[in-house]
């Protein structure tokens, strides 16, 4: 970089060097496992202990269609409740909805890392979410109801508003927000978009296709 003579095998190793720099560039691996020990280490140092401080390894899914990207948003913003962390979404702190929530109408358009819901100001040509945000709380305030029930039939027929809409079946919605990392494998969509993603991944088999189907088509 600053134009210094390198012999052939300083710049055969800045080459391969380069080669590596950019492979990490790219794989979220690579990342994780730094950006995890390095909190790891943090906290074990707050906390005067040694050990393993994450319960497990980071889970990376697909989301091939945006009734799959609601479906994780929702089942990620009900993480507190379901941790029994919190009671509602105004105190469900560090999820999406909650920044949302403590964010002014007149900021709500340029929220910065979330991709906008749906409104009347939003201008044509940018990119949201086909939900408003009060129909996303309504959608959060009954399935919190349905986490809460005890009763599993019930559960599976307790009616939530703009799942239908969404094109989710009703009946396997509950799984979904209690379980969606296990409900799907490498990616979540539809049948159709499953397929897809499985020729040009060039896979021989694909996981939880059956899942996919019921829950989405």
């Given at each position: 970089?600053?134009?210094?003579?390198?012999?052939?095998?300083?710049?055969?190793?800045?080459?391969?060097?380069?080669?590596?720099?950019?492979?990490?560039?790219?794989?979220?691996?690579?990342?994780?496992?730094?950006?995890?020990?390095?909190?790891?280490?943090?906290?074990?140092?707050?906390?005067?202990?040694?050990?393993?401080?994450?319960?497990?390894?980071?889970?990376?899914?697909?989301?091939?269609?945006?009734?799959?990207?609601?479906?994780?948003?929702?089942?990620?913003?009900?993480?507190?409740?379901?941790?029994?962390?919190?009671?509602?979404?105004?105190?469900?702190?560090?999820?999406?909805?909650?920044?949302?929530?403590?964010?002014?109408?007149?900021?709500?358009?340029?929220?910065?890392?979330?991709?906008?819901?749906?409104?009347?100001?939003?201008?044509?040509n940018?990119?949201?979410?086909?939900?408003?945000?009060?129909?996303?709380?309504?959608?959060?305030?009954?399935?919190?109801?349905?986490?809460?029930?005890?009763?599993?039939?019930?559960?599976?027929?307790?009616?939530?508003q703009?799942?239908?809409?969404?094109?989710?079946?009703?009946?396997?919605?509950?799984?979904?927000?209690s379980?969606?990392e296990?409900?799907?494998?490498?990616?979540?969509?539809?049948?159709?978009?499953?397929?897809?993603?499985?020729?040009?991944?060039?896979?021989?088999?694909?996981?939880?296709?059956?899942?996919?189907?019921?829950?989405?088509?």
């Open positions: 970089m600053k134009g210094e003579i390198l012999s052939e095998s300083e710049y055969e190793t800045v080459k391969s060097t380069a080669d590596v720099y950019r492979k990490r560039l790219y794989d979220i691996s690579w990342f994780m496992r730094n950006l995890n020990e390095y909190i790891a280490r943090k906290a074990n140092e707050e906390d005067d202990c040694t050990g393993r401080f994450w319960e497990g390894r980071f889970r990376s899914q697909a989301l091939l269609t945006e009734k799959a990207l609601l479906s994780c948003m929702a089942y990620v913003d009900l993480n507190p409740i379901r941790a029994k962390v919190a009671t509602g979404l105004q105190d469900s702190y560090h999820t999406s909805i909650n920044k949302r929530l403590n964010t002014s109408i007149s900021q709500n358009k340029t929220i910065k890392g979330l991709m906008p819901l749906k409104s009347h100001q939003r201008c044509r940018t990119r949201g979410l086909d939900l408003t945000l009060n129909d996303y709380c309504d959608l959060l305030n009954q399935s919190i109801e349905l986490l809460r029930d005890t009763d599993s039939t019930a559960a599976q027929t307790r009616p939530i703009h799942v239908k809409p969404l094109g989710v079946c009703q009946h396997h919605w509950h799984h979904i927000i379980d969606f296990n409900v799907f494998s490498v990616a979540a969509g539809d049948g159709s978009s499953m397929r897809k993603f499985q020729a040009n991944t060039k896979r021989k088999r694909m996981a939880k296709i059956s899942s996919a189907a019921i829950c989405f088509d």
